[in-house]
């Protein structure tokens, strides 16, 4: 049902409670009233347990007040009128109550009336891309921090994996009503920044990964080749949001070399980026926390707290007064900064940018840092909340391709990149099985949809060969097919489906022939759509979307195979037609947050 109606409802049931409770003497706090489906769809279709949870501060049999909490509920459910008599929308009805049963040693099962569940038809249809979203985020700024690659390289599946869930997360937040800013932070500086020069340098002197002088760390993908021929012939690459930087060509020039490649690198991910649909509202670069001096500044603050030590030459942190299993290096004996110090200084910046939320896209391999940084910020005593950022940590993706695991990549050298598994995920053949191209928005879609589609703490099997299944097993296949299905319907229809939606909008098109068990299950699946929004969104988890649009895809399919819909019978053309509007409207909606399409052939 729809959630306006399941809050009402709540309230009737809190405000007899609390009658019961006066009429009993009993001083009463509000009562906090769960709605549940019933596990069998016999029991009805909504479940209260609330006479339990009254039993011992009413000091009466549960039944007893199972049996008078329902007796007042029936009273306070009347039918709704506006002020002037006329009968409210269908979608606004308040009177929604068919019968309510005791079970059991106290449950309350509602049965509701057959138009009160119709009602959510016309709420999707009046609200259109808007079903579904809310408010409760109210504006408040909140950065998502997610991707955040090292410029060493191209972007492997993991950090595909944090794209999906950082851009469908960020999606999610801002249907709540939120003020999201997606932030990409470069960490351009450091060892890793020193190897991949070094790495440029030595392929532009001629030497291969197996000569003796290539650096031992250095990267050996043949994407460092790429890069070191395009310096050499004096190149010009840019990236979003920054300088073009123009290769000098000289391959003694380490400093020229370091700025070109990680110029080249940073144009290689924002391509990746592109081609996955993800952008970015700000890049944040490591490098400027120690140009702007607020690395040092940090520290500083945190030893003029008191909140440091020295030992052994190193400045420790007392992150063991916030809960770390021991205290942490913030300086080596030998110098530099241990990592999660500039970490600590960048999210400094988040608070004072008016970022009051700030949530982390990151792998597990992350999950030591979390105290730390969180320790950092809170020993600053800059007003910062405890549990300032969240975090969200995701595990390794393996990729399975011809029943094999891939490892590697060719262009990379160690792994396989992001661009690999769209375009594999894209692959088109032609009727001898011969590869003949990628649709890459095909690919786009399957990645997508496969990498937010477990929780984010599992690991995770991509398979290939099903992204590119064109069967019910495939789960993106699966909903983009019911979507256009749906679409098939209105084709062969040939009527005016905008027209016939803003009639059930307003109440004009007759729902009632609507009756049947599918249609109802249909609907009521329809109606859940805003409170698996807010969930997903409480929980941070936006696997929950990818969830439930397999559980509306099932719906759909069922519907669809079931019954015919352009039937003789105008009233019941019409109804069903009304409610596939809706259907079709609501898998939209839920593909868009997550970012994947809504073809209407396939």
Known sequence: MLKEQKSRLAALFAQAATELAARAGVDLPAPEVTLDRPKQAAHGDLACNLAMQLARPLKAAPRKIAEDLAERVRELDVDCSTDDGAVAPPHTLASM??????????????????????????QVLADGEAFGRGARGAGRKVVVEFVSANPTGPLHVGHGRQGALGDALSALLQADGWAVTREFYYNDAGAQIENLARSVQARARGLSPDDPSFPADGYRGDYIVDIANDYLARATVSAERVPEVTGAGDPE??????????????????????????????????????????????????????????????????????????????????????????????????????????????????HGTIARVRAGLQALGAGIPEGYPD????????????????????????????????????????????????????????????????????????????????????????????????????????????????????????????????????????????????????????????????????????????????????????????????????????????????????
């Open 391 to 602: 975090y969200v940590l995701h595990k390794m993706v393996t990729v399975m391709r011809g029943g094999e695991e891939v490892k590697i990549s060719k262009r990379a050298g160690s792994y396989v990149t992001l661009r690999d598994l769209i375009t594999w995920s894209g692959e088109l053949r032609d009727q001898a099985g011969q590869p003949t191209g990628a649709d890459e928005q095909r690919g786009r879609d399957a990645v997508r949809f496969f990498l937010i589609s477990r929780k984010a703490d599992s690991e995770f099997v991509f398979d290939v060969d099903l992204a590119l299944a064109r069967s019910d097993e495939n789960p993106v296949y699966y909903v983009q097919y019911a979507h256009a299905r749906l679409c098939s319907v209105f084709a062969q229809w040939g009527g005016d489906v905008a027209g016939l939606a803003s009639e059930a909008a307003a109440g004009r098109v007759d729902l009632s022939p609507l009756a049947s068990p599918r249609e109802f299950a249909l609907i009521a699946r329809l109606a859940e759509f805003p409170e698996r929004v807010a969930e997903a969104v409480d929980e941070l988890a936006p696997h929950a979307i990818a969830f439930y649009l397999k559980d509306l895809a099932s719906e759909v399919h069922s519907y669809y195979n079931a019954e015919r819909f352009l039937v003789d019978d105008e009233a019941l053309r019409n109804a069903r037609l009304a409610l596939l509007v809706a259907a079709r409207q609501v898998l939209r909606n839920g593909l868009a947050l997550i970012g994947v399409s809504a073809p209407e052939r396939m």
């Open 97 to 122: 109550i068919e019968a309510l049963e005791i079970a059991g040693p106290g449950f309350i099962n509602i049965r509701l009336r057959d138009d009160a569940k119709r009602a959510a038809v016309p």
């Open 253 to 366: 020039d380490l400093d020229a070399i370091r700025r070109f490649a990680v110029a080249y690198l940073r144009r290689e991910q924002d391509l990746d980026l592109r081609a996955f649909g993800v952008r970015f509202d700000n890049y944040y670069l490591e490098s400027s926390l120690y140009a702007d001096g607020r690395v040092q500044k940090a520290v500083d603050a945190l030893v003029a707290a008191g909140r440091t030590y020295e030992d052994g030459g190193a400045l420790w942190l007392r992150t063991t007064d916030y809960g770390d299993d021991k205290d942490r290096v913030m300086r080596k004996s030998e110098g530099g900064f241990t990592y999660f110090v500039p970490d600590v200084a960048y999210h400094v910046t988040k608070w004072e940018r008016g970022y009051q939320r700030a949530i982390n896209i990151q792998g597990s391999d992350h």
